[in-house]
């Protein structure tokens, strides 16, 4: 996975984006929900994890589509 140079995510937005890749990749999409469970269970708090979603959202790294969120190709 090769992150934009263009856009700088903080250190705990990459890591979440890396965590949410395999996952978004695999189900081609993920509901707002499940991609929160995902970065959940891989131990982040539910804050934080909607904090770092909303990031990954607002810079590009990610997608949504009614309420379903996906990579943004690259």
Partial sequence: MTLPEQTQLS????????????????????????????????GMDSADASHFLS?????GYLYAVDEHVYLTPS
């Avoid at 890591?15 to 469970?37: C, I, Q």
């Avoid at 990031?55 to 810079?59: A, V, W």
């Fill in 55 to 59: 990031e990954l959202l607002s810079k």
């Fill in 11 to 42: 250190p705990s937005a990459t890591d979440a984006l890396k965590t949410l890749h395999e996952p978004l990749e695999r189900a081609d999409g993920l509901s707002r929900e499940d991609a929160l469970t995902v970065l959940t269970d891989d």
